[in-house]
């Protein structure tokens, strides 16, 4: 017994003296991150557009994406599939139903890229389930929803980006830091680049029902009403579909543009108090005087558009403009405006949005378009569509983000919701 207790203490004291070994992806050497670092990342219903967002993740070294849902079978294998080959292992799974992620602990964060009906049911339940939010846009389809939306984030402190990027693309941040800086003089005017306002189309002729196990069409429907399914809606042709999209096409663009117009205005926490539709051209005015013009733009020169890309911005001080587009490029009144200018980012990259997520993941501050910014910016788009819809001008309350003494406009300001998607 002696001996063996002498022989333990031997060898125990050689062990402590050996060196330990620890790989360095656990120290976060040889570039990469400790799983300490790491942001665990989930995904919900992610098409073409999402997996472009998708893509700016994957460049980012602390994260780690690790699961899918999707109501299409074959969308999210080709996801599972990208996922596992940028990771080169087998880690990431799929899954139908996307409560099966947000019951996960292990996931941090989801990406939110489905169509209009679900950001704000998604965006809701994955804050209620602990997880942090990136969501493309539209963010909301009514300006009920904007608020559900804002309360849903705040109510569970969680840090929300809205995919509405171009807030971190560097051609559009130095216009709207000209006209927040005084360059420009005095503010009195801002344009958005819309496309063209339109009723809803008619719904798409019935097709027989696919096997659930493929698209589960209840659930890709969510809170829309019940209509007969059509393969053209699920391959992308479900927008200015009544219930499906959201704001007559005029927040396809109009939450891009006008959200850049809120952020140069100075107008984040609130929304225009007058609005006025004319043909295509709605005309607006916050109460601190400033005018807000959304104006059709295409992919050239209209009018005295610069020609400088999709989602093109204009503001305007009684000193001098400046415009930006998706080119990247800007254009100014004068030469000495665009001094410092940046490179040319084209401005559907959502690289430094991204970024500017997970930092604040990490730091637990506000994002660039928090769910209080997304909120403002989408209210004053819904506002703008249904006095292009109804034909006629109308007052506002910011505060209480309502239609004064209209109860019709007042009455398009929520839509009727299916259960069980709702929240």
């Given at each position: 017994?002696?001996?063996?207790?002498?022989?333990?203490?031997?060898?125990?004291?050689?062990?402590?003296?050996?060196?330990?070994?620890?790989?360095?992806?656990?120290?976060?050497?040889?570039?990469?991150?400790?799983?300490?670092?790491?942001?665990?990342?989930?995904?919900?219903?992610?098409?073409?557009?999402?997996?472009?967002?998708?893509?700016?993740?994957?460049?980012?070294?602390?994260?780690?994406?690790?699961?899918?849902?999707?109501?299409?079978?074959?969308?999210?294998?080709?996801?599972?599939?990208?996922?596992?080959?940028?990771?080169?292992?087998?880690?990431?799974?799929?899954?139908?139903?996307?409560?099966?992620?947000?019951?996960?602990?292990?996931?941090?964060?989801?990406?939110?890229?489905?169509?209009?009906?679900?950001?704000?049911?998604?965006?809701?339940?994955?804050?209620?389930?602990?997880?942090?939010?990136?969501?493309?846009?539209?963010?909301?389809?009514?300006?009920?929803?904007?608020?559900?939306?804002?309360?849903?984030?705040?109510?569970?402190?969680?840090?929300?980006?809205?995919?509405?990027?171009?807030?971190?693309?560097?051609?559009?941040?130095?216009?709207?830091?000209?006209?927040?800086?005084?360059?420009?003089?005095?503010?009195?005017?801002?344009?958005?680049?819309?496309?063209?306002?339109?009723?809803?189309?008619?719904?798409?002729?019935?097709?027989?029902?696919?096997?659930?196990?493929?698209?589960?069409?209840?659930?890709?429907?969510?809170?829309?009403?019940?209509?007969?399914?059509?393969?053209?809606?699920?391959?992308?042709?479900?927008?200015?579909?009544?219930?499906?999209?959201?704001?007559?096409?005029?927040?396809?663009?109009?939450?891009?543009?006008?959200?850049?117009?809120?952020?140069?205005?100075?107008?984040?926490?609130?929304?225009?108090?007058?609005?006025?539709?004319?043909?295509?051209?709605?005309?607006?005015?916050?109460?601190?005087?400033?005018?807000?013009?959304?104006?059709?733009?295409?992919?050239?020169?209209e009018g005295d558009w610069q020609g400088l890309g999709t989602c093109p911005i204009r503001f305007e001080g009684d000193e001098g403009w400046v415009e930006a587009g998706d080119s990247g490029k800007l254009a100014a009144s004068k030469p000495?405006?665009?001094?410092?200018?940046?490179?040319?980012?084209?401005?559907?990259?959502?690289?430094?949005?991204?970024?500017?997520?997970?930092?604040?993941?990490?730091?637990?501050?506000?994002?660039?378009?928090?769910?209080?910014?997304?909120?403002?910016?989408?209210?004053?788009?819904?506002?703008?569509?249904?006095?292009?819809?109804?034909?006629?001008?109308?007052?506002?309350?910011?505060?209480?983000?309502?239609?004064?003494?209209?109860?019709?406009?007042?009455?398009?300001?929520?839509?009727?919701?299916?259960?069980?998607?709702?929240?």
């Open positions: 017994m002696k001996s063996t207790r002498r022989s333990f203490i031997k060898k125990a004291a050689w062990v402590a003296a050996m060196p330990t070994i620890i790989p360095a992806s656990v120290l976060g050497q040889n570039g990469k991150v400790a799983p300490s670092n790491r942001i665990v990342l989930g995904g919900i219903g992610i098409g073409p557009r999402g997996r472009e967002v998708l893509g700016a993740f994957f460049q980012q070294p602390d994260v780690q994406f690790v699961a899918i849902a999707d109501v299409q079978k074959v969308r999210s294998e080709i996801v599972r599939k990208l996922a596992n080959r940028h990771h080169g292992n087998e880690d990431c799974k799929s899954y139908r139903d996307m409560r099966e992620v947000l019951a996960r602990k292990d996931i941090d964060a989801v990406l939110i890229a489905t169509g209009d009906r679900w950001h704000t049911p998604a965006s809701v339940l994955a804050a209620r389930a602990g997880k942090d939010v990136y969501s493309e846009k539209p963010c909301a389809m009514t300006i009920d929803e904007c608020r559900e939306l804002d309360e849903g984030i705040l109510q569970n402190n969680r840090v929300y980006q809205a995919g509405t990027q171009r807030r971190n693309v560097d051609n559009f941040r130095f216009a709207a830091q000209l006209a927040l800086s005084g360059k420009l003089g005095k503010l009195h005017t801002v344009h958005a680049g819309i496309l063209a306002p339109m009723n809803n189309l008619e719904p798409l002729p019935g097709e027989p029902e696919p096997d659930p196990e493929m698209i589960h069409w209840d659930a890709w429907l969510g809170q829309a009403a019940i209509r007969p399914y059509n393969k053209r809606y699920v391959e992308g042709r479900w927008r200015n579909h009544k219930g499906l999209a959201a704001g007559y096409n005029i927040l396809e663009w109009g939450s891009h543009t006008v959200d850049l117009c809120q952020w140069a205005a100075g107008a984040d926490g609130t929304t225009p108090v007058e609005f006025e539709a004319d043909g295509g051209t709605i005309r607006a005015r916050y109460a601190n005087g400033i005018n807000l013009v959304m104006r059709l733009s295409g992919f050239g020169k000495g405006l665009l001094e410092g200018k940046p490179g040319e980012l084209p401005g559907t990259n959502p690289i430094h949005h991204v970024r500017d997520f997970l930092d604040c993941i990490k730091s637990r501050g506000k994002t660039a378009c928090n769910s209080t910014v997304a909120r403002h910016g989408h209210v004053a788009c819904h506002a703008a569509a249904i006095t292009w819809k109804l034909g006629r001008k109308m007052r506002f309350d910011p505060a209480k983000a309502e239609f004064m003494d209209d109860a019709e406009a007042n009455g398009l300001r929520r839509i009727e919701r299916r259960a069980p998607w709702t929240i």
